[in-house]
């Protein structure tokens, strides 16, 4: 039975706990639907709304500083509370990128939506840079869209009484400091002309010239069939959702990552609160996905999974190392646009045109500002996660060798401390350890290929 605002006088907060979890499953398909192109007439939150809102919010802020639950139970009810608030922003960028449908002329005479689009910039390299000019002609009411949904989610953390949703979300304050380091630190990894275009960009981030030895399709089946010598999925049941199609190499490692995180929700302490288990920014779930999502670029797993040797090797390697190097750097940039975004569109597209220059030698126009490099809620932790995972990989390889995927100890080392609840801060220290980690190991393929 659902709680009611009666409830709240009298808080239970393991009865609290199980709304809470049975909340955030139907939010989770709601948001998968969103994203496959439907959910626009659905509620998730229809006769649930009392554990997501001020309410709830307030009431637990109440209980005393020593119970156990109380900062995981706040972390989520905002997080919940934040998507029914926004839910018509949310379904309003949804429209305008997946299902408003826009003429354009070029490289074709055609009638597509923005996700259509992008599919045919994609999967068409010849006439990618025509494709992404229509994108970008076409793409202002999806930026506009996604500058109110910013704006109002700052405006959901000041009725909630919070000075910024940072308050809740942000897994530490070193994390935007990290990412613009990293802008700095790997701005001498980028290669070529000091200005290039978006085409130039969305190739080099899809990996195209590392085309061999995948699998043809892209399946869960196909996915697991990589680690068939490893313990590491052993009697786990996976729900990775809707796997991307396998237009490119990064395809694949964008499969690797979502199949991590679904490891990270399958292996979570069933003997906790769901609000201890589960964190609802996914620090470690953007953690295992990096780290996953990075094997392919190990030469170990190349040879072994792939199948893959000498000068096939080394260009698959060198492919995959741009590839890595890009999708870190708009990773970064996401978290640097995130405070202008809430700070007001001004604000936003004023930061976006330099910011976006500054990672990626591309200049876009600022009333695009949310329609290319898209951001989100949990961008903090997708960055964080991505300089986590390097620190993570240089500890299992000094336990366990550069092929530790397939060794059963590393394997039961990972599920033994999946056990325990996740964190859901991180430290400077572990930030520049592990952007040390990946920096070296990005500048060593890059020069060694």
């Given at each position: 039975?659902?709680?009611?605002?009666?409830?709240?006088?009298?808080?239970?907060?393991?009865?609290?706990?199980?709304?809470?979890?049975?909340?955030?499953?139907?939010?989770?398909?709601?948001?998968?639907?969103?994203?496959?192109?439907?959910?626009?007439?659905?509620?998730?939150?229809?006769?649930?709304?009392?554990?997501?809102?001020?309410?709830?919010?307030?009431?637990?802020?109440?209980?005393?500083?020593?119970?156990?639950?109380?900062?995981?139970?706040?972390?989520?009810?905002?997080?919940?509370?934040?998507?029914?608030?926004?839910?018509?922003?949310?379904?309003?960028?949804?429209?305008?990128?997946?299902?408003?449908?826009?003429?354009?002329?070029e490289p074709e005479?055609?009638?597509?939506?923005?996700?259509?689009?992008?599919?045919?910039?994609?999967?068409?390299?010849?006439?990618?840079?025509?494709?992404?000019?229509?994108?970008?002609?076409?793409?202002?009411?999806?930026?506009?869209?996604?500058?109110?949904?910013?704006?109002?989610?700052?405006?959901?953390?000041?009725?909630?009484?919070?000075?910024?949703?940072?308050?809740?979300?942000?897994?530490?304050?070193?994390?935007?400091?990290?990412?613009?380091?990293w802008l700095d630190?790997?701005?001498?990894?980028?290669?070529?002309?000091?200005?290039?275009?978006?085409?130039?960009?969305?190739?080099?981030?899809?990996?195209?010239?590392?085309?061999?030895?995948?699998?043809?399709?892209?399946?869960?089946?196909?996915?697991?069939?990589?680690?068939?010598?490893?313990?590491?999925?052993?009697?786990?049941?996976?729900?990775?959702?809707?796997?991307?199609?396998?237009?490119?190499?990064?395809?694949?490692?964008?499969?690797?990552?979502?199949?991590?995180?679904?490891?990270?929700?399958?292996?979570?302490?069933?003997n906790q609160p769901?609000?201890?288990?589960?964190?609802?920014?996914?620090?470690?779930?953007?953690?295992?996905?990096?780290?996953?999502?990075?094997?392919?670029?190990?030469?170990?797993?190349?040879?072994?999974?792939?199948?893959?040797?000498?000068?096939?090797?080394?260009?698959?390697?060198?492919?995959?190392?741009?590839?890595?190097?890009?999708?870190?750097?708009?990773?970064?940039?996401?978290?640097?646009?995130?405070?202008?975004?809430?700070?007001?569109?001004?604000?936003?597209?004023?930061?976006?045109?330099?910011?976006?220059?500054?990672?990626?030698?591309?200049?876009?126009?600022?009333?695009?500002?949310?329609?290319?490099?898209?951001?989100?809620?949990?961008?903090?932790?997708?960055?964080?996660?991505?300089?986590?995972?390097?620190?993570?990989?240089?500890?299992?390889?000094?336990?366990?060798?550069?092929?530790?995927?397939?060794?059963?100890?590393?394997?039961?080392?990972?599920?033994?401390?999946?056990?325990?609840?996740?964190?859901?801060?991180?430290?400077?220290?572990?930030?520049?350890?592990?952007?040390?980690?990946?920096?070296?190991?990005?500048?060593?393929?890059?020069?060694?290929?």
């Amino acid at each position: 039975m659902p709680l009611t605002e009666r409830d709240l006088e009298s808080l239970d907060p393991l009865r609290l706990d199980r709304e809470i979890a049975r909340v955030a499953g139907a939010v989770r398909r709601f948001r998968r639907r969103l994203e496959s192109g439907g959910g626009l007439d659905e509620d998730p939150f229809y006769g649930t709304g009392v554990v997501a809102g001020r309410r709830a919010f307030l009431a637990v802020r109440e209980l005393p500083e020593y119970d156990p639950l109380k900062a995981a139970l706040l972390g989520w009810i905002y997080r919940l509370a934040e998507q029914r608030i926004d839910a018509g922003a949310i379904k309003a960028v949804a429209l305008e990128a997946r299902h408003t449908e826009h003429v354009v002329n070029e490289p074709e005479h055609a009638r597509l939506s923005l996700s259509a689009m992008l599919a045919q910039a994609l999967s068409a390299p010849s006439r990618r840079a025509a494709w992404l000019t229509s994108f970008e002609r076409s793409a202002r009411p999806l930026a506009e869209a996604v500058a109110v949904l910013w704006e109002r989610r700052q405006e959901v953390a000041s009725r909630m009484g919070l000075g910024s949703p940072d308050v809740v979300e942000s897994p530490g304050d070193a994390v935007v400091h990290a990412a613009s380091a990293w802008l700095d630190r790997t701005a001498e990894l980028l290669e070529g002309p000091s200005r290039v275009t978006l085409a130039n960009v969305v190739e080099a981030s899809l990996g195209e010239r590392a085309r061999e030895g995948w699998p043809r399709s892209l399946t869960p089946w196909t996915i697991l069939h990589l680690f068939r010598d490893s313990d590491l999925f052993r009697d786990l049941e996976l729900d990775p959702g809707a796997l991307p199609r396998p237009l490119a190499p990064a395809s694949y490692l964008r499969a690797l990552s979502r199949v991590g995180a679904a490891w990270v929700d399958a292996t979570a302490p069933s003997n906790q609160p769901f609000v201890i288990a589960h964190d609802p920014y996914g620090l470690r779930r953007h953690t295992m996905g990096a780290l996953l999502g990075a094997l392919p670029w190990s030469a170990s797993f190349a040879r072994r999974a792939l199948g893959l040797r000498g000068a096939r090797l080394s260009e698959h390697r060198r492919a995959l190392s741009l590839t890595v190097l890009f999708a870190s750097r708009t990773a970064a940039l996401r978290v640097l646009l995130r405070a202008n975004a809430l700070s007001g569109r001004h604000a936003f597209r004023q930061a976006f045109e330099e910011q976006v220059y500054r990672a990626v030698r591309v200049a876009i126009q600022p009333d695009l500002a949310g329609s290319i490099f898209r951001i989100h809620a949990d961008d903090l932790q997708r960055f964080a996660g991505v300089l986590r995972a390097g620190a993570e990989w240089r500890r299992l390889v000094e336990r366990h060798d550069e092929d530790w995927y397939r060794n059963p100890r590393a394997a039961e080392q990972l599920r033994d401390e999946a056990r325990l609840s996740p964190e859901r801060a991180t430290t400077e220290a572990a930030l520049t350890e592990g952007a040390s980690v990946l920096h070296d190991a990005l500048r060593s393929a890059l020069d060694s290929t």
